[in-house]
T-cell receptor, first 109, second 112 residues
Framework: RKEVEQDPGPFNVPEGATVAFNCTYSNSASQSFFWYRQDCRKEPKLLMS???SGNEDGRFTAQLNRASQYISLLIRDSKLSDSATYLC??????????FGKGTRLSVIA | NAGVTQTPKFQVLKTGQSMTLQCAQDMNHNSMYWYRQDPGMGLRLIYYSASEGTTDKGEVPNGYNVSRLNKREFSLRLESAAPSQTSVYFCASLRGRAVEQYFGPGTRLTVT
């Protein structure tokens, strides 16, 4: 079983829709969590950190459930520019970050 | 402040040729990483360097060597390229326990 698992998608949604991605992690010692965004043929970039109490950044909301070991990302009012691959990332401490394979989102006009 | 830079951006090699991918960061980060990314496989860690003077194997180190030349530079060498090494290679850096890992723009390598 991979340490970080995501539904690869693609998720094809119309503009204005709300879409949610989930990610599960297997190592209960994981300490911190992030969502990265990767545009086609570009490098990954940090989208947002994920805090235990949940956090919001504009149209994006991230949540963490430590008991069930999953992380979610909710995007409201989807824009064409949100089309990208979203990577779930886990930090286990003094070891390299662990990246999920990503979930591909296409927002359609 | 250029962040993480990689050279070259594109490269085509014949099987058996060797080459070195260069990476440099100007953010004074301690840790540096090399990944490869293939369709459907996600990012896979090849080697990393937690600090100047140290290097460690990642998930897929076979066929590669690395050198942490100084705090700024971390190079990846393919001694005898194989078609299975056709991929996009990303270098990244991270400062201590900082949240954000910064990636370079990538090198697209094709081995024929």
């Amino acid at each position: 079983r991979k340490e970080v698992e995501q539904d690869p998608g693609p998720f094809n949604v119309p503009e204005g829709a709300t879409v949610a991605f989930n990610c599960t992690y297997s190592n209960s010692a994981s300490q911190s969590f992030f969502w990265y965004r990767q545009d086609c043929r570009k490098e990954p970039k940090l989208l947002m950190s994920v805090y235990s109490s949940g956090n919001e950044d504009g149209r994006f909301t991230a949540q963490l459930n430590r008991a069930s070991q999953y992380i979610s990302l909710l995007i409201r009012d989807s824009k064409l520019s949100d089309s990208a691959t979203y990577l779930c990332v886990v930090n286990r401490g003094n070891t390299p970050l662990v990246f999920g394979k990503g979930t591909r989102l296409s927002v359609i006009a | 402040n250029a962040g993480v830079t990689q050279t070259p951006k594109f490269q085509v090699l014949k099987t058996g040729q060797s080459m070195t991918l260069q990476c440099a960061q100007d953010m004074n980060h301690n840790s540096m990483y090399w990944y490869r990314q293939d369709p459907g496989m996600g990012l896979r860690l090849i080697y990393y360097s937690a600090s100047e003077g140290t290097t460690d194997k990642g998930e897929v180190p076979n066929g590669y060597n690395v050198s942490r030349l100084n705090k700024r530079e971390f190079s990846l060498r393919l001694e005898s390229a194989a078609p299975s090494q056709t991929s996009v290679y990303f270098c990244a850096s991270l400062r201590g326990r900082a949240v954000e890992q910064y990636f370079g723009p990538g090198t697209r390598l094709t081995v024929t």
